[in-house]
Each structure stands twice: as C-alpha cells, then as structure tokens.
C-alpha cells in the first residue's frame, strides 16, 4: 500500500503534491487559451503556493509569476524568473519593491491612487517614464470590491476612467495595462463570460478616448476547485472544472477588440485555486479516539489540524481511509493543537479506525501549505509525487534547528 510506503519513508503528517497532475493542468491551460488567442500566457499565483519546488517546475514549463508583494518578488528572484516574467499585484507594495519591479520591467498593477503617486514620484527620482496597469473592479453586488478602481456599467463617469486620465496627463507615467481579479472559487462561467464583456468594453474606451496602447489585460483567477463549501451541505466533489468552457467564456467575448488592436496585447490568467488546490493532499495518523460525547458524537484525534489546513472549516474536504474496515458512521476530526477549535471536520462518515491508522485529506493544494502555521508543531514537510510511484521531498519538515535560527536569546 503507497500510503503506508509513504508513512514508513517519510512520517505524518505529511503534505503530498501529485506533480504530474498539476503540469498537466498547467499545459492544459497554456494550450486552450493559446488556441483561442495566441497571446495567452498562465501566471502561478504564488500566495496560493509558494513551494518552491512547485514554482521552479510550473516556471521551467512556461509559467509567469505573480506575486502580491516584495517577499514574493524576491522569492521569484530566487528562482531566477526574468523580471519581465513577473506580475507584481497587491495593495501595499512598498516603495523599495516598486522601485526594483518599475526599473527591472516587472508587470506593476496598481490598487489605488496613493500608489500611483508614490510610483510616479519614484518615476521622477529616476528620470524614467514608468509603465503600469491598474486595477479594476466592475460592481456586480458579487465580485470583489476592496481592490482597485471601480467601472461603470454605463456611460456615467467613474473612478476608473478619472485615474486613466489622471495618469494619462502624467509625463512620467504610461498607462499599459488593465486588471482585474473578481472573487475565487466561481463556478458559473458566465460570470467570466460578464468580466470579458466588461474588460473589452472598457479597454475600447480607454483607447478610444486617450490614444493608448495597452501590452497586457490581467484577467487575474477566480475559477473553481472540487470541493463544495461546508454551507452547500453537499459532501459529493464537483467535477473537474473545465478549462475550455472557462477559458472560451472570458475569452470570446474579448477576442473582436483583442484582434482589432495594432499591437496584440498580452493576456494574462493568473490561476490559484484552479490550477492547485485538486492535487494537494494531506497524509496523517489516527492517534487516539475519543468515546460518544454528550453530542453523541464520537471522535477521532489526529496528528494534524487547522493549523495545517487552515480553511478546512470552510470545505466539506474529501476524506479518505485506507482500509475496508466495515460500516461507516459519523466521526469528529480533532487536531493536534490543544485548541478547543481545533477541528478538521465536525461529522464526517468514517469507518471505525483506529490508533495507527491512516487517513488522507485532500484538495488542499491551494492555501492548504501556504496559510498553514507552526503552531505547536514545526512546519510539516511536503513530498511530490512524480511518474509512477517515484516520491521524493518538496520541502523537508523543519525542525528546532530551523526554527531556533532567528531568535535572538540573550
Ligand atoms: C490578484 C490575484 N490574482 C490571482 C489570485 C488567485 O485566485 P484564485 O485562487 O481564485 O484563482 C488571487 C487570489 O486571491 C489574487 O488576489
């Protein structure tokens, strides 16, 4: 049994990355919307996951980066990412970050206009003329409002199309691109089907009205996993959500003003949860039971909980054991931690386990790692899953010695 192979080699609790099935979504995403339009290109949104081991293949196989603030540039740095290969996002870049990604020729989306005024002040230190794209958001009563600059739906005057002028009259600035990130985990391609309609509509209006040319439109991510959310009350996953129907619903309303441009302009997608969050999985241990509580529920107590999967409260996440043990009934998941809130799932249809046994969470390949913390436990180690049953580590488990290193003891 690979489970146990994988305890007896590397512990629990132990992340696992199925490595092959997420380059293949990666390909499967560069070749559909390259088909569709050929100047697509895929970049990884590290917050998602930041594994390094992870990133450096995703980028070997064509991926840009993009990242939300100084210490994920330089973690793409790190990785030797061409600095015209990286989107820098995010509301509260600093002036330092910006100066580097301004001069190096990073893909700088701006959130506000306070931004705008730092990065053009740094524009006229250094005597250059600072390309940017801003960020927009088009009022829905669904999508993300807290980023960027608010669209019209109509002809009305907007905050938007003030900061393309305001930008426009700038001697030190160059409006070059447009963004936008509506929410994550939609499913209703329509709802991308309405981003595309808007992005062109607005795209032609900016330049129409200012003569610009625009080198990118930055649909940002959004787009679905498998897992239901615990509110759905649905334990059953969702299908695999299709590349082709999301990427022809964004795309084709886009692609008249797109191939009406002198310079086509690049496309950017920057998928999290989509491209991640199917292949990532958690290994862990039984380490004891607790009987029937006043509840009458019983539970199991695990070597891992929401300090490792930190939004397993918000998924119904699949659960999987590894032996036919019989009939199943309900059973609490309790974590490590010592915290009354420490829950991985409140009732969850088991068969009866025991100490020792084994048990998999998955579909956490996206925030599962990067928001987990090392409280009470170090940071547990990550290991891929390559062709066949070759499985190495991703990310060794830290340990005292790391964890010590920083900390000043006088
Ligand atoms: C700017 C930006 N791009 C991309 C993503 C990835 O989104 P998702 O995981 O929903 O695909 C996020 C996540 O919030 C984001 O803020």
Redesign the pocket.
């Known amino acids: 049994m690979l489970a146990e192979q994988i305890r007896k080699q590397f512990g629990t609790p132990v992340y696992i990355f199925d490595e092959i099935g997420l380059l293949n979504r990666l390909e499967e995403f560069q070749s559909v919307s390259t088909s569709i339009y050929d100047n697509c290109i895929i970049a990884v949104?590290y917050?998602?996951n930041p594994t390094r081991a992870l990133l450096a293949k995703l980028h070997h196989r064509g991926a840009y980066a993009?990242v939300?603030s100084g210490d994920e540039l330089e973690i793409a740095k790190s990785l030797d990412v061409p600095f015209e290969e990286i989107i820098f996002?995010?509301p509260a870049k600093t002036d330092r970050a910006l100066r580097l990604a301004i001069l190096s020729g990073c893909f700088v989306n701006c959130d506000h206009e306070d931004e705008i005024d730092r990065i053009e002040k740094i524009a006229i230190q250094e005597n250059v003329i600072a390309k940017i794209g801003i960020r927009l958001f088009f009022p829905s009563g669904e999508n993300w409002e807290r980023?960027g600059f608010a669209v019209s739906s109509n002809d009305a005057p907007c905050l938007a199309m003030r900061v393309v002028q305001r930008v426009a009259e700038s001697t030190h600035l160059q409006l070059s691109g447009l963004h936008t990130?509506i929410?994550?985990?939609i499913r209703t391609v329509e709802t991308f089907s309405s981003l595309g309609n808007s992005m062109a509509d607005f795209a032609a209006k900016v330049v129409r009205n200012f003569d610009v040319e625009l080198e990118w439109i930055d649909l940002?991510?959004?787009?679905a996993s498998l897992p239901p959310l615990a509110s759905e009350n649905r334990d059953a996953l969702y299908p695999m959500p299709s590349i082709q129907e999301y990427c022809e619903s964004i795309l084709s309303p886009m692609l008249p003003w797109l191939r009406g441009c002198r310079t086509p302009p690049k496309v950017f997608f920057?998928?999290?949860?989509?491209?991640f969050n199917p292949f990532g999985a958690m290994l862990m241990s039984v380490m004891g039971r607790r009987p029937v509580d006043s509840n009458g529920v019983e539970s199991l107590i695990l070597d891992a909980g929401i300090t490792s999967i930190s939004f397993t409260q918000k998924y119904n996440l699949p659960v999987r054991v590894f032996s036919d043990l019989g009939e199943s009934r309900d059973f609490r998941l309790l974590g490590p931690t010592c915290m009354e809130h420490d829950i991985l799932r409140p009732a969850v249809k088991l068969p009866a386990l025991v100490p020792g046994d084994l048990l998999m969470i998955y579909c956490i390949g996206?925030y599962g790692m990067s928001l987990a913390s090392p409280f009470t436990h170090f940071r547990h180690g990550m290991i891929g899953w390559g062709e066949g049953s070759d499985v190495h580590w991703l990310r060794k488990p830290d340990n005292v010695t790391h964890s010590s290193q920083l900390d000043v003891v006088n």
């Open positions: 949104s917050k998602t993009e939300v996002n995010g980023f990130h929410g994550t985990n940002g991510g959004g787009y920057e998928p999290g949860r989509t491209l996206c």
